[in-house]
């Protein structure tokens, strides 16, 4: 039986994971990398290496993020989240992601939670502001 | 430390992964849906309802497909491939791609391994005729 969850179901569900898979769009076509995320009820902040999702994400700021929990093939909820991406470099907003992501993942360093900018390698803080969320289970 | 993995250790973790998430694009910005698999080596077979991810890779037949087995946040394997979608309907590919997902899913009943084409409910069995294989690693 697979069934749409309500919005507030799919939001506890982004809400509970701590790993997503972000989809973007890079030259027309899909690409889909895990990230650790945060998310406040309103953005998703994402601390991550630059790179190819970086690169797509500049171009078109369409962005998704989904996430699931699978007991089996027939026990599942997936959640996703449709927005729109903005990198995060300085001011009030920045720091409190730093802020959440940190008290989320204790174990990313103060350097790391620090945007540097030198090329394919960069550390990069961004948000995508949530402009819709769905969700199915089966069960 | 993060580093690429080979082609050759990317595609075993596909072959190895039984839940992966589908990435394409709709309406110019990008879906993903967790989806059982089978990789045969060269194409990923999907045996799916229908639904939002038919309709946007009958528009835009790009596609990709992602896996993960991640330990915690620092103890990772990613990979990825990148295809093209195509529907299988009948003939030879589709008899041996309902064998192979029902070798690896056996509750797949055969009711739900042929297609029926009743709208958005409908199963639909399709490949992603892979082009390209990527992964990366945290240890």
């Known amino acids: 039986m697979i069934s749409r969850l309500s919005t507030d179901e799919a939001r506890s569900l982004l809400m509970e994971c701590r790993i997503g ?3 973007c769009v890079y030259e027309n076509g899909p690409y889909v990398v895990p ?11 994402v601390h991550s290496l630059g790179g190819r999702k970086v690169t797509a994400l500049r171009a078109n700021p369409k962005a998704c993020l989904q996430v699931d929990e699978v007991v089996d ?5 997936s ?3 449709f927005g729109v991406f903005g990198e995060l470099s300085d ?3 920045h720091t409190r992601a730093v802020r959440l992501l940190l008290s989320r993942f204790p174990q990313l360093t103060p350097v790391e939670s620090v945007p540097v900018h030198d090329g394919q390698s960069s550390v990069i803080l961004f948000r995508i502001q949530v402009e819709e969320i769905t969700g199915v289970a089966e069960k």
């Open 21 to 23: 898979r972000l989809g």
């Open 35 to 45: 990230v650790n995320y945060v998310l406040d009820g309103e953005n998703i902040y």
């Open 73 to 77: 093939e027939y026990h599942w909820r």
């Open 79 to 81: 959640a996703i989240a």
């Open 91 to 93: 001011g009030a907003e």
